[in-house]
């Protein structure tokens, strides 16, 4: 856009132009104040320098001009507030039938896994016009998850899940960021994004023949017997899990929680965190029996459970084609 | 020269005007001193919110773990080294000198009786091996759990527990510190008490180490409850 | 300024009142109060803590403002730390 | 002029003459001999920050990793940060010249506690020498804000020595605050009431607020990452159920107001300088006293703006951020009134004024800059870039070191006795400027262009800014070793000052240069309020400035 000269980073996701307004917005406002008050004391620098005969003369101050040139200021900052917070508040609620990718992070690269099973590290390919949702936990320090071209940044931390989605615009690759400081080859935690026509990213799906996520997590599931408590009818010694993701949850202690992808992966570690009402806290915990990327499938299963009608298709188990 | 510059009473120092103004400076600085603590124990006390509110089943069973005797104990001697401080000063200000110096070896007494009990809780903590690190272990149940049948009774997350005793021996061990701290100062203070230093015109030394102290209790006052005495009718 | 001299019996009823006080606060601990458990514990401690600021530490006896204005300093910006983290941690469920 | 003790050499005696000797440096309690001590202590540490900021920006010349290997880069830029902010930043005005002005502003013969002052210098120095036996121990790679789980159990560096130096710098500076507070609070002279205190004064009190009340959090929390390693009290420890950001709450909950430590007191220096060299009253000096106890305040409300991509709460995030545009009014203020004062002045326009321009316009593109990291959207594209390096060096380089070295060239003569070379230190605030802005300009750009921080080696694209960025950093160290060689020289060969070259009011001014150890020969009695221009007259002319003795 600008030549050589780079000013401005690629725009590829439908998050980017927002920010670009508001970062166009911003800029202006702030570079009128900042030119406004550079003019006014360089003018004041050289009208009123040191002229002999002609003392300086005192001014006290003045309360309504104090005043002015605080309030109009801390309006419009209202104004960049507001527009900040809608924006934020988009970037924050990922919406209902996006796509899923479960990321998990490690000193020093990016290991992602489609909801079709294939597995990608340092690459994440996406397509145009879809929303996809970023479900990222890290294994060691602090990561963040940065692509500069779709202007959204999300810290990923190790012992919960952080999450974040984007709509790709524009076929392309993009930089990928660890953005923050994560040791050694912090700046070697680099990828690349690649945005793909529709057509394209189906074929790329298909390709490989990969075991989807929620079949990984489905055997997952009865190899390591929760199965034979989490029924799928109400005779279980655990809750049916059929239908409950996403849908509020009441508690033994009274309180109620919406089951996120958190709250599955709190209630695989630490059963005794939560329990749900008229239940007994009889499950063990699985920390240390299970790794990262098993973690992921069970979630992905447990949501998959709850159907396409509670908002989380099972589209990555029709793209991809099961193992023979 | 700055020495030669001493004046006759050496108890006032060169840059004040009057004993008054010194005096309030150093009180002064004392309470801005002691505002500086709240906020140094403050960082921990934001932790233990933290986590307390996180984990809240698990630190009431861990809480449990601790012997509230001692706890109890422990408050009662601080209290009583309360009123052994207030007594000396009340001793310094009736320019009495030896009862002064009495009390101020009482308080070091009790001060060092506290950290005699302390050091056998942690001794206690050791051979439980609840001390946090790779020989620890946590096997107990969480509050209210004894009345239902052996096969639901659920047991209390040791990762959890860890964690508040982590926060434990942080929150003890800096107050301990503290309490060493206090009654090196006593010492210094008793010696020079018996020496004749400190007077009914002199002795602000002694009301500031005397705030100090309080203070130090009253750290220990909100300890017990927060450590020692959460969930423990369940 | 006159030096306030603590008389006897102040101190002897204050230190009888914190022994009251602990002694309450492990009472209360083992009766089942609910989440006002909590509640009881800190307001027993507090009024404690309140007793040893004001007689043992003499603020109530001091003719000096600023002692004042510094504790509730110090206890106004220990209120942000607690308050302000926890703005964070209690609504972090909130959808 | 009043009449003056006189030593055995003929010359008046000073603080500086009174006494000869380590011993009598090294064993002082005058609270100037302290601010000198100071004084080279955070020169050296300046020097050796920004002999690793040489290395870094050398690094990034290329984008490729060649200069250095990673390991090694990532200690350059943690130790970059440790020692400029804990060793230089937060000291250098407070306790140089905040040390040796104070007192004299007020009328006191010294700060409440001098020999506290010369324990806060010796806890600064033990600080100072763990953190050169880190740096030669090799170093620590942690970042200078010692994010766990990274610090706490990942890094196999000096993490321990690093922190305990940096616990003590930090309770140097927390007795450095204390000392203030007392003072300003107890040892006015006569007359001397808060409505006259120069604003300088206020500055320095509202920075030991912070100093005192935020830096003892940051103390524990980095303890409590030491004891982390030390002996697995895991109160960060993600395995144990422990939250990493809350480590990042209890940081930035100092670290945050720790960068109103850096620069409010640069505030105080640019008011006086301001009004000294238009001939004026202060605008509105009662909302300029007001602005800096406000941003002190205000400044501890707002510190998880650095947290809004960690994972913390919406909601939080919106409190905060919303928050943080409250700082700005008081912000605002200040830079407006500054300029006011200058309206109708006669404005002259030595050194350390035009560092008093340089301050009011990069602290405006510098606050201006903070209310885009401020804007939530608008933070999660920047949070992590150059953009928030430029923003804060914009802040603390060119605001408060800017605004320290117009102190230093405004006071240099009451604190040494001699004339710095005004040809000399016009050209020099011209170097700083320029290369200030080349240096950091284009790192708001890179930062838009989403390059992170902290990255050894990074995509081609990105070379063009960083190689002028590079550029302006050589310009700049030109800038900053200038004075340091011509302070030297006027030590020795400078003209001898008069007691008020600048025909400046406040109370320091109308003492000796270099003021006795006692500050005054009589104990002063203020009867006129602050600034009070309108009867001092002109500024001198360099040739009409009376030489002393």
């Given at each position: 856009?600008?030549?050589?000269l780079?000013l401005?980073p690629?725009n590829a996701?439908?998050t980017?132009?927002n920010v670009?307004?508001l970062y166009i917005f911003?800029?202006?406002?702030s570079?009128i104040?900042?030119?406004l008050?550079?003019t006014v004391?360089?003018v004041f620098a050289?009208?009123?320098?040191?002229?002999?005969?002609?003392?300086?003369?005192?001014?006290?101050g003045?309360?309504?001009?104090?005043?002015?040139w605080?309030?109009?200021?801390f309006c419009?900052?209202?104004a960049?507030?507001?527009w900040?917070?809608?924006?934020?508040?988009?970037?924050?609620?990922?919406?209902q039938?996006?796509a899923?990718?479960?990321t998990v992070?490690?000193?020093?690269?990016?290991?992602?896994?489609?909801m079709?099973?294939?597995r990608e590290i340092n690459e994440?390919?996406?397509?145009i016009?879809?929303?996809?949702?970023?479900?990222m936990t890290?294994?060691d320090?602090?990561h963040?998850?940065?692509?500069?071209?779709f202007r959204?940044?999300?810290?990923?931390?190790?012992?919960r899940?952080?999450?974040l989605w984007?709509?790709?615009?524009?076929a392309g690759t993009?930089h990928?960021?660890c953005?923050q400081y994560c040791?050694?080859?912090?700046s070697?935690?680099i990828?690349?994004v690649?945005?793909m026509?529709?057509?394209?990213y189906?074929?790329?799906?298909?390709?490989g023949?990969n075991?989807?996520?929620?079949v990984t997590?489905?055997?997952l599931?009865?190899?390591l017997?929760?199965?034979?408590?989490?029924?799928?009818?109400?005779?279980?010694?655990?809750?049916?899990l059929?239908?409950?993701f996403?849908k509020p949850v009441l508690l033994?202690?009274?309180r109620?929680v919406?089951?996120?992808?958190n709250?599955?992966?709190?209630?695989?570690?630490?059963?005794a965190?939560?329990?749900?009402?008229?239940?007994?806290?009889?499950m063990?915990?699985f920390?240390?029996q299970?790794?990262?990327?098993q973690?992921n499938?069970?979630v992905?299963y447990v949501?998959a459970?709850a159907g396409?009608?509670?908002?989380?298709?099972?589209?990555?188990?029709?793209?991809a084609?099961?193992e023979? | 020269?700055v020495?030669e510059h001493?004046?006759?009473?050496?108890?006032?120092?060169h840059?004040f005007a009057?004993k008054e103004?010194q005096?309030?400076a150093?009180?002064?600085?004392m309470w801005?001193?002691l505002?500086?603590?709240?906020?140094?124990f403050?960082?921990?006390?934001?932790?233990y919110?933290v986590?307390?509110?996180k984990?809240?089943?698990?630190?009431g069973?861990?809480?449990?773990?601790?012997?509230?005797r001692?706890?109890?104990?422990?408050t009662?001697?601080?209290?009583?080294?309360s009123?052994?401080?207030?007594l000396?000063?009340r001793?310094?200000?009736?320019g009495?000198?030896?009862a002064?110096?009495?009390?101020?070896?009482?308080?070091?007494?009790l001060?060092?009786a506290?950290l005699?009990?302390?050091?056998n809780?942690?001794a206690?903590?050791f051979e439980k091996h609840?001390?946090?690190?790779?020989?620890f272990?946590?096997h107990?149940?969480?509050?209210?759990?004894?009345?239902?049948?052996?096969a639901?009774r659920h047991?209390?997350n040791?990762h959890h527990?860890?964690?508040?005793?982590?926060l434990y021996?942080?929150m003890t061990?800096?107050?301990?510190?503290?309490?060493?701290?206090?009654?090196?100062?006593?010492g210094?203070?008793?010696?020079f008490a018996?020496?004749?230093k400190?007077?009914p015109?002199y002795?602000?030394p002694i009301?500031?180490?005397g705030?100090?102290?309080h203070?130090?209790?009253?750290?220990w006052?909100?300890?017990?409850g927060?450590?020692?005495?959460?969930?423990?009718?369940r | 300024?006159p030096?306030?001299?603590?008389?006897?019996?102040?101190a002897?009823?204050?230190?009888?009142?914190l022994?009251?006080?602990t002694?309450?606060?492990v009472?209360?601990?083992?009766?089942?109060?609910g989440?006002?458990?909590?509640?009881?514990?800190?307001?027993i401690a507090?009024?404690?803590a309140?007793?040893?600021?004001?007689?043992?530490m003499?603020?109530?006896y001091?003719?000096?403002?600023l002692?004042?204005?510094?504790i509730?300093?110090a206890?106004?910006?220990?209120?942000?730390?607690l308050?302000l983290s926890?703005a964070?941690?209690?609504?972090?469920?909130?959808? | 002029m009043?009449?003056?003790?006189?030593s055995?050499s003929?010359e008046?005696?000073?603080?500086?003459n009174?006494?000869?000797?380590l011993?009598?440096w090294?064993l002082t309690?005058?609270?100037?001999r302290?601010a000198?001590l100071?004084?080279?202590?955070?020169?050296?540490?300046?020097?050796?920050g920004?002999?690793?900021?040489?290395l870094i920006?050398l690094?990034?010349?290329?984008?490729?990793?060649d200069?250095?290997?990673?390991?090694?880069?990532?200690?350059?830029?943690?130790m970059?940060g440790?020692?400029?902010?804990?060793?230089?930043?937060?000291?250098?005005?407070p306790a140089v010249?905040g040390n040796?002005?104070?007192?004299?502003?007020?009328g006191?013969?010294?700060?409440?506690?001098p020999?506290v002052?010369l324990?806060?210098w010796?806890?600064?120095?033990i600080?100072g020498i763990?953190?050169i036996?880190?740096i030669l121990?090799?170093g620590?790679d942690t970042?200078?804000?010692?994010?766990t789980?990274l610090?706490?159990?990942?890094?196999?560096t000096n993490v321990?020595p690093a922190?305990?130096?940096?616990?003590?710098?930090?309770?140097?500076s927390?007795?450095?605050?204390l000392?203030f507070?007392?003072?300003i609070?107890r040892?006015?002279a006569?007359?001397m009431?808060?409505?006259?205190l120069p604003l300088f004064v206020w500055?320095?009190?509202a920075t030991?607020?912070?100093?005192?009340l935020g830096?003892p959090v940051v103390?524990?929390?980095l303890?409590l990452v030491?004891?982390e390693?030390?002996?697995?009290?895991g109160?960060f420890n993600?395995?144990?159920?422990g939250?990493?950001?809350?480590?990042q709450h209890l940081?930035w909950?100092?670290s945050?107001?720790?960068?109103y430590i850096m620069?409010?007191?640069?505030?105080?220096i640019?008011?006086?300088?301001v009004?000294?060299?238009?001939?004026?009253r202060?605008?509105g000096?009662k909302?300029?006293a007001?602005?800096?106890?406000g941003i002190a305040v205000?400044?501890?409300?707002v510190?998880?703006?650095h947290m809004?991509?960690a994972?913390i709460?919406?909601?939080?995030?919106?409190?905060?951020?919303?928050?943080?545009?409250?700082v700005?009014?008081?912000?605002a203020i200040k830079?407006?009134?500054w300029?006011a004062?200058m309206?109708?002045?006669?404005?002259t326009?030595?050194t350390p004024?035009l560092?008093?321009?340089g301050?009011v316009?990069l602290?405006?593109i510098?606050?201006l800059?903070?209310?885009?990291l401020?804007?939530l959207?608008?933070?999660v594209?920047?949070?992590?870039?150059?953009f928030?390096?430029?923003h804060f060096?914009y802040?603390?380089?060119?605001?408060m070191v800017?605004?320290?070295l117009?102190?230093?060239?405004?006071?240099?003569?009451k604190?040494?006795?001699?004339?710095?070379?005004e040809g000399?230190?016009?050209l020099?605030?011209l170097i700083?400027?320029?290369?200030?802005?080349l240096?950091?300009?284009?790192?708001f750009i890179l930062?838009?262009?989403?390059?992170?921080?902290?990255?050894h080696?990074?995509?081609?694209e990105?070379q063009?800014?960083?190689v002028l960025?590079t550029?302006?950093?050589?310009i700049?160290?030109?800038g900053?070793l200038?004075?340091?060689?011509?302070?030297l020289?006027s030590?020795?060969?400078g003209r001898?000052?008069?007691?008020?070259?600048?025909?400046?009011a406040?109370?320091?001014?109308q003492?000796?240069?270099?003021?006795?150890?006692?500050n005054?020969?009589e104990?002063?009695?203020?009867?006129w309020?602050a600034?009070?221009?309108d009867?001092?007259?002109?500024?001198p002319?360099?040739e009409?400035i009376?030489?002393?003795?």
């Amino acid at each position: 856009m600008f030549g050589h000269l780079p000013l401005w980073p690629e725009n590829a996701s439908t998050t980017a132009g927002n920010v670009d307004a508001l970062y166009i917005f911003l800029v202006l406002v702030s570079g009128i104040m900042t030119v406004l008050i550079f003019t006014v004391l360089m003018v004041f620098a050289v009208r009123f320098r040191k002229r002999r005969g002609r003392p300086a003369e005192q001014i006290e101050g003045s309360t309504e001009l104090e005043l002015t040139w605080s309030i109009i200021p801390f309006c419009v900052m209202l104004a960049f507030f507001v527009w900040g917070a809608v924006i934020y508040f988009q970037e924050r609620t990922p919406p209902q039938d996006a796509a899923e990718v479960y990321t998990v992070a490690k000193q020093w690269m990016w290991k992602f896994e489609h909801m079709g099973g294939q597995r990608e590290i340092n690459e994440l390919h996406v397509p145009i016009g879809r929303d996809v949702k970023m479900i990222m936990t890290s294994q060691d320090v602090i990561h963040s998850f940065y692509v500069p071209a779709f202007r959204i940044k999300q810290d990923v931390i190790p012992g919960r899940y952080t999450t974040l989605w984007f709509r790709a615009t524009k076929a392309g690759t993009y930089h990928l960021f660890c953005s923050q400081y994560c040791g050694t080859q912090h700046s070697g935690m680099i990828g690349w994004v690649v945005v793909m026509e529709p057509r394209d990213y189906e074929a790329w799906m298909s390709g490989g023949g990969n075991q989807p996520l929620a079949v990984t997590g489905q055997k997952l599931f009865s190899e390591l017997g929760c199965v034979t408590c989490h029924r799928s009818d109400t005779q279980g010694r655990g809750p049916n899990l059929v239908g409950v993701f996403g849908k509020p949850v009441l508690l033994e202690d009274g309180r109620t929680v919406t089951a996120d992808e958190n709250y599955i992966r709190e209630s695989i570690l630490e059963p005794a965190a939560k329990i749900v009402k008229g239940f007994k806290p009889v499950m063990p915990t699985f920390q240390g029996q299970v790794s990262d990327e098993q973690l992921n499938a069970l979630v992905a299963y447990v949501k998959a459970l709850a159907g396409p009608q509670s908002g989380r298709p099972a589209d990555g188990m029709a793209v991809a084609t099961p193992e023979p | 020269m700055v020495d030669e510059h001493a004046h006759e009473n050496p108890a006032l120092l060169h840059h004040f005007a009057t004993k008054e103004q010194q005096k309030n400076a150093a009180s002064l600085g004392m309470w801005v001193f002691l505002a500086q603590e709240v906020m140094f124990f403050g960082g921990m006390f934001c932790a233990y919110l933290v986590y307390r509110y996180k984990y809240f089943a698990d630190f009431g069973s861990a809480s449990q773990q601790l012997d509230i005797r001692l706890g109890a104990t422990n408050t009662v001697v601080l209290i009583c080294s309360s009123l052994t401080v207030v007594l000396a000063i009340r001793a310094v200000q009736l320019g009495k000198r030896m009862a002064l110096v009495f009390w101020l070896l009482a308080t070091i007494l009790l001060g060092l009786a506290f950290l005699g009990i302390k050091a056998n809780e942690y001794a206690e903590k050791f051979e439980k091996h609840h001390v946090p690190g790779a020989s620890f272990s946590y096997h107990e149940l969480l509050p209210s759990q004894e009345k239902l049948p052996a096969a639901e009774r659920h047991y209390a997350n040791p990762h959890h527990a860890e964690m508040f005793f982590s926060l434990y021996f942080a929150m003890t061990g800096m107050h301990a510190l503290h309490m060493v701290v206090g009654v090196g100062l006593f010492g210094t203070l008793a010696f020079f008490a018996w020496r004749g230093k400190y007077t009914p015109d002199y002795y602000t030394p002694i009301e500031n180490a005397g705030l100090y102290w309080h203070f130090v209790d009253i750290v220990w006052i909100y300890l017990f409850g927060l450590l020692y005495l959460i969930d423990r009718h369940r | 300024m006159p030096e306030h001299i603590s008389s006897l019996r102040s101190a002897l009823a204050i230190w009888l009142a914190l022994l009251a006080g602990t002694t309450l606060t492990v009472a209360a601990a083992f009766i089942d109060l609910g989440p006002f458990n909590t509640v009881v514990a800190l307001a027993i401690a507090t009024i404690k803590a309140t007793l040893v600021v004001l007689f043992y530490m003499h603020v109530k006896y001091t003719h000096e403002k600023l002692t004042g204005l510094v504790i509730v300093s110090a206890l106004f910006w220990l209120f942000i730390l607690l308050t302000l983290s926890m703005a964070d941690y209690a609504t972090r469920l909130w959808r | 002029m009043a009449t003056a003790v006189v030593s055995d050499s003929g010359e008046r005696e000073n603080y500086l003459n009174v006494g000869h000797g380590l011993k009598s440096w090294l064993l002082t309690v005058d609270h100037k001999r302290i601010a000198l001590l100071y004084l080279m202590s955070i020169t050296f540490f300046f020097f050796i920050g920004g002999f690793f900021a040489l290395l870094i920006r050398l690094e990034l010349l290329t984008p490729a990793g060649d200069l250095v290997q990673s390991d090694t880069y990532n200690k350059l830029f943690t130790m970059h940060g440790q020692v400029m902010v804990f060793f230089f930043l937060i000291p250098a005005v407070p306790a140089v010249l905040g040390n040796f002005l104070i007192p004299i502003m007020i009328g006191a013969k010294d700060l409440a506690f001098p020999r506290v002052n010369l324990l806060s210098w010796y806890l600064f120095i033990i600080g100072g020498i763990l953190m050169i036996y880190t740096i030669l121990n090799g170093g620590v790679d942690t970042g200078w804000t010692f994010y766990t789980p990274l610090s706490s159990e990942w890094s196999k560096t000096n993490v321990i020595p690093a922190i305990v130096g940096i616990f003590f710098a930090g309770f140097s500076s927390i007795l450095t605050g204390l000392n203030f507070i007392v003072t300003i609070h107890r040892m006015r002279a006569p007359g001397m009431t808060w409505n006259r205190l120069p604003l300088f004064v206020w500055a320095h009190y509202a920075t030991s607020i912070i100093q005192v009340l935020g830096t003892p959090v940051v103390a524990i929390t980095l303890t409590l990452v030491a004891l982390e390693r030390l002996f697995h009290l895991g109160v960060f420890n993600p395995s144990l159920g422990g939250d990493p950001l809350l480590f990042q709450h209890l940081f930035w909950f100092y670290s945050h107001p720790a960068v109103y430590i850096m620069i409010l007191p640069g505030m105080g220096i640019v008011s006086e300088i301001v009004c000294c060299f238009s001939r004026k009253r202060i605008f509105g000096y009662k909302a300029m006293a007001l602005a800096v106890i406000g941003i002190a305040v205000i400044g501890f409300l707002v510190w998880a703006h650095h947290m809004f991509v960690a994972g913390i709460s919406v909601y939080a995030a919106l409190i905060f951020s919303l928050l943080s545009y409250f700082v700005a009014v008081p912000s605002a203020i200040k830079v407006f009134n500054w300029t006011a004062t200058m309206y109708k002045g006669s404005i002259t326009y030595q050194t350390p004024m035009l560092y008093a321009f340089g301050f009011v316009g990069l602290f405006t593109i510098g606050g201006l800059t903070g209310l885009f990291l401020a804007c939530l959207g608008m933070d999660v594209h920047v949070h992590d870039t150059y953009f928030v390096i430029a923003h804060f060096h914009y802040i603390m380089v060119g605001g408060m070191v800017m605004a320290y070295l117009g102190g230093m060239h405004f006071w240099w003569p009451k604190i040494s006795g001699r004339m710095y070379p005004e040809g000399w230190g016009k050209l020099a605030a011209l170097i700083v400027f320029i290369g200030f802005n080349l240096t950091f300009f284009p790192q708001f750009i890179l930062g838009y262009m989403g390059m992170p921080r902290r990255y050894h080696a990074y995509p081609a694209e990105f070379q063009i800014l960083n190689v002028l960025s590079t550029a302006g950093a050589s310009i700049l160290a030109v800038g900053y070793l200038l004075p340091m060689v011509y302070f030297l020289w006027s030590m020795r060969y400078g003209r001898p000052a008069p007691a008020n070259p600048w025909n400046a009011a406040g109370l320091e001014w109308q003492t000796h240069s270099p003021p006795p150890t006692f500050n005054f020969d009589e104990q002063p009695v203020v009867t006129w309020e602050a600034y009070d221009y309108d009867k001092l007259g002109e500024i001198p002319e360099r040739e009409e400035i009376p030489v002393a003795r």
